[in-house]
């Protein structure tokens, strides 16, 4: 039987087929920039409830690492997203993995540019937010909203004692072990700091702020962007 994540995913390539018939049909215009949003988040920060919240204000789908990653290591899956694009598309695709891995000092494993391959075609697709596995780095600036979602360390662990009902040590040690894991991988793969406020549009501190007022300091943010790139020559993103 598949597993929720499988069905989920399942529904999610399902919508994006449909979309695309849709596009072929001449009923959208795919010159637009794909409104595709990543979140980065610390680990305790409740930056996942906060993308899930943003999902729904916005009526996007949330996609989450375990789910980029069961795309990327199912040939099954990374080839239905793949191929619900064009032949024009997947010769971009082609050439843009090429070029970014020629001569980089990045990772050049198998499951890294499945990983390139899997999120640069959520980009064009669109209509998702991709918590993790550094999306930010593959869509780039021009193709989605990027945001950096953090609260202090105290805070954090606070937040995994009360909402994930961990002892105090073992909130303190889950979230030096996630910054470290994180912060590894994002070297790793992107060569990169995860903590550069430049790899973002906005980075969001949850110290004192309400969630649902950040909900709606993005939710402007990112129809505000999106707004801004309709505008730019999209033959140059």
């Not at 869509?139 to 202090?152: Q, S």
């Not at 894991?181 to 906005?202: T, V």
């Not at 309400?210 to 999209?234: R, Y």
Request: proline share 3%; net charge neutral.
């Amino acid at each position: 039987m598949p597993t929720s994540i499988d069905s989920l995913i399942n529904r999610q390539l399902r919508k994006w087929e449909y979309e695309q018939n849709q596009a072929t049909s001449g009923t959208e215009d795919l010159s637009l920039p794909s409104p595709i949003i990543t979140v980065s988040r610390q680990k305790g920060s409740r930056g996942s409830y906060f993308a899930s919240r943003l999902a729904e204000e916005l009526k996007y789908d949330r996609l989450h690492r375990n789910v980029i990653d069961r795309i990327c290591l199912s040939s099954g899956f990374r080839k239905r997203v793949i191929e619900s694009m064009d032949d024009t598309f997947r010769s971009e695709l082609a050439l843009t993995v090429e070029s970014f891995f020629t001569g980089q000092s990045v990772d050049h494993s198998d499951y890294f540019q499945h990983l390139y391959q899997v999120i640069f075609t959520m980009s064009k697709l669109g209509g998702v937010i991709l918590v993790g596995r550094g999306g930010n780095f593959i869509v780039g600036p021009k193709r989605g909203f990027h945001i950096r979602f953090i609260a202090p360390r105290k805070k954090r662990i606070d937040n995994l004692v009360n909402y994930k009902f961990l002892s105090k040590d073992e909130a303190t040690e889950e979230v030096d072990r996630s910054d470290k894991l994180r912060s590894e991988f994002i070297r790793k793969l992107f060569n990169a700091d995860i903590n550069d406020p430049f790899h973002y549009d906005i980075v969001l501190n949850a110290q004192y702020i309400d969630i649902e007022e950040l909900v709606d300091v993005a939710v402007k943010a990112v129809h505000g962007k999106f707004e801004k790139l309709k505008h730019l020559d999209h033959d140059s993103i």
